[in-house]
């Protein structure tokens, strides 16, 4: 995989490792069957000349055939290639050409073929200066080999390195959407959906308000709404309800739109309510009910915690908002700790859920109220808490005074008794 930029040493003129190469090109070709080609003697006359691109394409042109050549001798062959083609000032004119070799089938090792493409891949992505916009076509061939060769786990490591690439190569909205949805594709063919979630989030976020209409903004939006919504663990809705194109789903896929809108604030009565009213749509779409049911379950028991302001949740009132059983409430209140919904404690003793810590699904004007009688009753209590701390201090003082006074007339008092006692010892002596 990509790694610090590097250097190709390859001894020899281009005149002379070019036709190594093409002598070489003219042996696989013969193996194959392929009579009657003679590259060496093709580009003999152009190197004459020092026409070094004319060679390179008439080399590039032959290119594909490098892909049955031998494992043992696959990489030395392309790393031969792309040392003659970094000679050449037109690097983006064969590049491309070799991207598209590589990302194609290498016949001679169907096991082993897409780690040896990756390895000359990512030699070509490591020799191009770091600035060179090319390395964003050589990446997209690495993708689609990761994505062919299902290895997520060899692309994770440098996904770190991405942002800092597209600032090098100084990449439009649209070819950052390309890649993002290139590694969208190979997370989500490799099972890594939590991946694949997030990268079609920031595709979504590339697509300019003025086109989010649009049937690729459209389709884009619904895949990952689907996705959001098909994830057992997935949430937090919110980061798709700040996009435009999502927005603009209200009018062309008010279903999803409605959907999304239950899940990302309301609870499972309402979902319930949906599949009424649309009767038949969730099996159409191919989406899990199970998963969306358990989902909502789940968020439903979230936001009565974030609402109660008692911080304390009778067993009933989670089994009537939930549709269970009251004996399997304490099984879905550990779910919802672990989903890291909300954090508390259970009381079976007292049938009650005990509130720690919650947090609102959405903030909007309804939860600003809640804030607002919460913050009313904690200032009634701190009111409360402080009027009787006052009394009490008034207490202590008062009591002080009283000890103060009692203390002054028990000092005057045996005072005048110590010295009439020194008196009858004065007149004794």
């Known amino acids: 995989m990509p790694g610090p930029t590097n250097t190709l040493l390859i001894e020899g003129s281009f005149e002379e490792l070019a036709d190594e190469l093409a002598q070489y090109v003219d042996g696989i070709r013969k193996s194959q069957g392929e009579e ?11 190197s004459e000349q020092r026409q070094k691109d004319e060679v390179l394409k008439k080399i590039v042109t032959a290119s594909a055939i490098l892909n049955a050549a031998p494992e043992k001798e696959f990489i030395a062959a392309y790393n031969l290639l792309v040392h003659l083609i970094r000679q050449s000032p037109n690097l983006d004119k064969f590049l491309p050409k070799i991207c598209q070799n590589l990302s194609a089938p290498i016949t001679s090792s169907p096991t082993n073929g897409p780690g040896l493409a990756l390895s000359v891949l990512t030699t070509i992505f490591n020799v191009l ?13 690495i993708l689609r080999v990761v994505r062919r060769s299902s290895s997520f786990d060899t692309l994770r490591s440098q996904l770190k390195n991405l942002d800092s690439w597209l600032v090098q190569w100084d990449m439009d909205e649209e070819d950052q ?5 290139g590694i969208a594709d190979v997370a989500e063919d490799a099972g890594e959906d939590e991946q694949s979630y997030l990268y079609l989030l920031r595709a979504l976020r590339t697509i300019p308000t003025e086109v989010v209409n649009s049937d690729e903004a459209r389709s884009l939006s619904v895949r990952a709404l689907r996705s959001a919504l098909s994830h057992p663990s997935h949430f937090d809705f919110q980061d798709l309800t700040a996009l435009d194109s999502i927005q603009a789903l209200r009018k062309s896929e008010s279903t999803f739109f409605e959907l999304l809108e239950i899940f990302n604030a309301e609870q499972l009565d309402d979902y319930d309510d949906f599949k009424d009213e649309h009767e038949g749509w969730i099996e159409e779409q191919k989406l899990d009910d199970s998963i969306l049911y358990r989902k909502m379950r789940l968020l439903t028991l979230a936001s009565l915690a974030a609402s109660t302001q008692s911080r304390s949740l009778p067993y009933q009132h989670i089994a009537k908002a939930l549709q269970i059983p009251q004996e399997d409430v304490e099984m879905w209140v550990i779910d919802v700790i672990r989903a890291g919904l909300v954090e508390g404690k259970l009381s079976q003793q007292n049938q009650t859920f005990l509130i720690h810590r919650s947090t609102y ?25 402080l009027a009787v701390v006052r009394q009490e201090r008034e207490q202590v003082i008062r009591q002080k005074e009283r000890e103060l006074r009692s203390l002054d007339y028990k000092v005057n008092g045996s005072g005048g008794g110590r010295s009439g006692l020194r008196e009858i010892d004065l007149m004794a002596d």
Do not use: C
Request: no cysteine; aromatic share 12%; net charge positive.
């Open 36 to 46: 009657g080609s003679n590259l060496q003697a093709e580009i003999a006359p152009l």
């Open 129 to 141: 200066p770091p600035d060179n916009d090319t390395r964003y076509h050589v990446f997209l061939a």
């Open 177 to 181: 959407r390309k890649l993002y949805l």
């Open 361 to 385: 699904r959405v903030f909007g004007e309804k939860q600003w109220r809640e804030v607002q009688s919460r913050l009313d009753t904690w200032r009634g209590s701190l009111e409360g808490v």
